[in-house]
């Protein structure tokens, strides 16, 4: 199969290019730099230069493959128009490629996110499965994570219009060697900065993880034979207790792991930008997707991965 893929730079396109070639698959990467176009090559995918504002161009990419997985967003956007700002840059990008697609049958996998159904505001009281639809989204909902499950809802709709599209929902930590940018790097670097690692009140509310090539494998089993109009749950661990998370990294750095009391002046004074995320409750289930799919992960779970040592350069672990 040829498949055309974005974000193949990326923390997950990186390892979705390789599991995609060893599996016999010849990948097309988009690149919009001598660097990226680099990268690529060495992941052995072939390059496409162009960028995500040029919708013909990813028409045609589309419209010339076998199939599409799209994993990049408008992370330059962040800054100045946050989260509504990507959303409304990928939504025309998802539509661009049901244009190419439409009646061909061909797959479009798109990565999503594990709270788009609501999981994580409790508004499910149990753990979210692959039937739970993305949460519509309305003019409250701006400057929230929510604002992008209009991309999801898309994605999905295009399966009525001839396109076996699916959505992979990647679990709150995506972890492994390449992680540089994560959630796991950023709250070790606040344990740093802070002298101990934090978590919200008691700690009990649980976060889901997987690890980055598990995730690719998913990637490339959707894109064979997943069906269309289906959500696929990228979790290894679904539940996992953020005081577990918060005791693992205190551990390797040699630091208390502390509660921090879930104050609207103490909260975001230690977690900053994480403090409307981190007290959320995301427990999620893989089961439709293992037995759909016959993914199974195979990678480290998290906290074995946080043993591993490689989120810890030596010289932040201290001396026995």
Known sequence: MHVFVTGGTGHSGSHIIPELVAAGHEVTGLARSDTAATMLS???????????????????????SHGVIHV????????????????????????????????????????GSIGSPGNGG??????????????????????????????????IGLAERGVRSSVVRIANIAHSTSDRAGFLPTLIALAKEKGFAGYPGD???QWNAVHARDAASLFRLALEKGPAGKYWHAVGDGAIPVREIAEAIGSRL??????VPLDELMLPGYFGFLANVVTQN????????????????AQPGLL?????????????????
Do not use: C, M
């Open 42 to 64: 060495a992941l052995g995918a072939k390059v496409r230069r162009g960028d995500l504002q040029d919708l013909d161009g990813l028409k045609e990419a589309a419209a010339d």
């Open 72 to 111: 990049a967003h408008r992370q330059d956007l962040l800054p100045s128009g946050g989260i509504d700002a990507v959303a409304a840059a990928e939504l025309p990008i998802v539509l661009a490629y049901g244009e190419a697609l439409a009646g061909t049958g061909k797959p479009l996998v798109i990565a």
């Open 122 to 155: 409790g508004n499910l009281g149990r753990p979210a499965t692959e039937d739970d639809l993305a949460l519509p989204v309305g003019d409250e909902h701006k400057g929230t994570l929510r604002a992008r499950n209009v991309v999801e809802t898309a994605a």
């Open 203 to 205: 700690g009990t509310n």
């Open 254 to 259: 040699g630091l208390p792991a502390l509660s």
């Open 282 to 297: 995301y427990p999620a289930s893989n089961l439709i997707t293992r037995r759909t799919l016959g993914w199974e992960p």
């Open 304 to 320: 074995a991965d946080l043993d591993n040592g490689h989120y810890f350069p030596s010289a932040d672990v201290p001396a026995i």
